[in-house]
T-cell receptor, first 115, second 115 residues
Framework: AQRVTQPEKLLSVFKGAPVELKCNYS??????LFWYVQYSRQRLQLLLR??SRESIKGFTADLNKGETSFHLKKPFAQEEDSAMYYC?????????????????FGQGTILTVHP | DTAVSQTPKYLVTQMGNDKSIKCEQN?????MYWYKQDSKKFLKIMFS???????INETVPNRFSPKSPDKAHLNLHINSLELGDSAVYFC??????????????FGPGTRLLVL
């Protein structure tokens, strides 16, 4: 079964400091991973996906297959980065001979960036 | 012009009651989901529908019954509510369910409190 672990429930840093939110997964096959973010009083939304190799709001995440990790990093944290972050591997589900997909969310990390 | 909407936003009810939560998306997506976020912020998929057909049914008590009258709506009916059902329930939708890695768009959540 696919599992994802975010070992830090809470993470606090000061503004301008680097931040890394850890994510480890166990998955057979070629995983595809996402980071979702939930800001205060806002809905959960996609932050970035590993296949895009993009940097969103200064965040990047590299898939390390050897370590089965997909850590989220930002070199200089900002106060507006304070939010709940979820790592989510994507897996295929077979239903009636057709493949569908589902996200499995980790337990989330609450990031607080202090001024 | 809200993409994914849920009603009600808050729901407070007594143990043993039956209640429904409604979800609608106007994005033209084929796939819709229900997630449960517990008091520890752990987010777990419950159900997924593609074009009104159930494709994912995680280990959820059969007191929970999703209904999709059309592909733009996915409602969640809960019978004989229990204290442990207290949580935030999120609806989400995505473009296709056929093995593609689409972004999921989330509703604002319905906060259910069972007394």
């Amino acid at each position: 079964a696919q599992r994802v672990t975010q070992p830090e429930k809470l993470l606090s840093v000061f503004k301008g400091a680097p931040v890394e939110l850890k994510c480890n997964y166990s998955y057979s096959g070629s995983p595809e991973l996402f980071w979702y973010v939930q800001y205060s009083r806002q809905r959960l939304q996609l932050l970035l996906r590993h296949i895009s190799r993009e940097s969103i709001k200064g965040f990047t995440a590299d898939l390390n297959k050897g370590e089965t990790s997909f850590h989220l990093k930002k070199p200089f944290a900002q106060e507006e980065d304070s939010a709940m972050y979820y790592c989510a591997p994507f897996s295929g589900v077979d239903a009636g001979g057709t493949s569908y997909g589902k996200l499995t969310f980790g337990q989330g990390t609450i990031l607080t960036v202090h001024p | 012009d809200t993409a994914v909407s849920q009603t009600p936003k808050y729901l407070v009810t007594q143990m043993g009651n039956d209640k429904s939560i409604k979800c609608e998306q106007n994005l033209g997506h084929d796939t819709m989901y229900w997630y449960k976020q517990d008091s520890k912020k752990f987010l777990k998929i419950m159900f997924s529908y593609n074009n009104k057909e159930l494709i994912i049914n995680e280990t959820v008590p059969n007191r929970f019954s999703p209904k999709s009258p059309d592909k733009a709506h996915l409602n969640l009916h809960i019978n004989s509510l229990e204290l442990g059902d207290s949580a935030v329930y999120f609806c989400a939708s995505s473009q296709h369910g056929a093995g593609e890695r689409e972004t999921q768009y989330f509703g604002p959540g319905t906060r259910l409190l069972v007394l």
